[in-house]
Structures are given as structure tokens and as C-alpha cells.
T-cell receptor
């Protein structure tokens, strides 16, 4: 079964808490991306990684961190420094053509 | 840097009619233009794409046209059906940009029965 999986589907964060969103792929793509989508808005790039052990900041990296220890995995941590984390988070993989996971909706308690 | 503008933000058409969504890009070096469809609560799905060496591409009821001189590209959906209701995003990527996509703001397409 091939594809991109994101977990959890819904995530609740308490004030001051760090939370980690999972993204796993078995499509054997080198490049992976994290996007943030606010209600009724477009996609904004948070971080991207083109190869294991390397990643670059996107347009809105402040308050987020990532790691890329394995080709299959690109987890995103939303830190307490991100003051407005409520959004729909999308992971994508691919080169010129990007393929998206089902997303994680993050809500603040 | 590259900028992509997408119009309209909302489009309402009668079922069976055609729908057209337009995007304009700023950097003439852009060479790849995908279109994505996003249903409520889901991730975007690629529906069609076009490269800068092609003027038009069709796939059943959907087509994309590219005008490099004017730097705009359009999505055409014919014989619209209720399942076409979704948000559509255009994007552009620059040659040698590490495949970073520049996204339009999205168009909410509503198909009226």
C-alpha cells in the first residue's frame, strides 16, 4: 500500500506545549515539504527537505522545527513559540510534482 | 520573486455549464504549472499540469491552456458536475528553484444543481 500518511488527524495543543506532527511516505521521494493552511486561505511553506539530514526554511518557519533522519519520515514540531498554531497542516512529497497527505488539523485548547 | 495571482476567488456555475479559472505569473522563467483540487478537509490532489513547451493539455472534461507571452494559464472544466465542487489551486515553479511551488490563493468552485 503506497502513499503518504499523516498522524494524528486531529491534534490538540495546550498553551506552552510543543507538539509533533508525523509525516511518513513510502513513495521513495527524496523531497518532502510542510505547508500550513489557514481557513479559506492558500498554502504557505513552512519547511522543506530535499535529502536526508538536510532541510531549509520556507516562508513561515518561525515557531516550527523539523528533522529528517530517514528518507521516509519528516516530522514537524510546533513549538510554544508559535503563538497562533491553529491551522490545517499538510505534508507533501515529490519533486516538480508534489503529492499531498491527508493533513492534520491542529487546535489550541 | 515569483508571484501567482488567481481569479476569481469564488465561482458559481450551473451544473452542466463550463467553468474557467485564471492564473497569472510574474517570472517568465517559470516552466511548470500544476493545478490541484482540494475537497473539504482533505489534502490537495493534482488534477492536471502543463509545461512551458506546450500550449494546451486535455484530460477528459478538464483542460489547461498556457499563454507564455501574456504569462497566464487557465483551467477549463466542461460539463460541470456536483462532484466538481471544491477549491482549486494553481501553482508555478521556477527552473532551478529546487522545485519550490509558488501557489495561487485558490478558487472556490460551487456547482449549482
Amino acid at each position: 500500500d503506497g502513499g503518504i500518511t499523516q498522524s494524528p488527524k486531529y491534534l490538540f495543543r495546550k498553551e506552552g506545549q510543543n507538539v509533533t506532527l508525523s509525516c511518513e511516505q513510502n513513495l521513495n521521494h527524496d523531497a518532502m515539504y510542510w505547508y500550513r493552511q489557514d481557513p479559506g486561505q492558500g498554502l504557505r511553506l513552512i519547511y522543506y527537505s530535499q535529502i536526508v539530514n538536510d532541510f531549509q526554511k520556507g516562508d513561515i518557519a518561525e515557531g516550527y522545527s523539523v528533522s529528517r533522519e530517514k528518507k521516509e519520515s519528516f516530522p514537524l514540531t510546533v513549538t510554544s513559540a508559535q503563538k497562533n498554531p491553529t491551522a490545517f497542516y499538510l505534508c507533501a512529497v515529490g519533486g516538480e510534482t508534489q503529492y499531498f497527505g491527508p493533513g492534520t488539523r491542529l487546535l489550541v485548547l | 520573486g515569483e508571484n501567482v495571482e488567481q481569479h476569481p476567488s469564488t465561482l458559481s456555475v450551473q451544473e452542466g455549464d463550463s467553468a474557467v479559472i485564471k492564473c497569472t505569473y510574474s517570472d517568465s522563467a517559470s516552466n511548470y504549472f500544476p493545478w490541484y483540487k482540494q475537497e473539504l478537509g482533505k489534502g490537495p490532489q493534482l488534477i492536471i499540469d502543463i509545461r512551458s513547451n506546450v500550449g494546451e493539455k486535455k484530460d477528459q472534461r478538464i483542460a489547461v491552456t498556457l499563454n507564455k507571452t501574456a504569462k497566464h494559464f487557465s483551467l477549463h472544466i466542461t460539463e460541470t458536475q456536483p462532484e466538481d465542487s471544491a477549491v482549486y489551486f494553481c501553482a508555478a515553479t521556477l527552473r532551478d528553484s529546487n522545485y519550490q511551488l509558488i501557489w495561487g490563493a485558490g478558487t472556490k468552485l460551487i456547482i449549482k444543481p
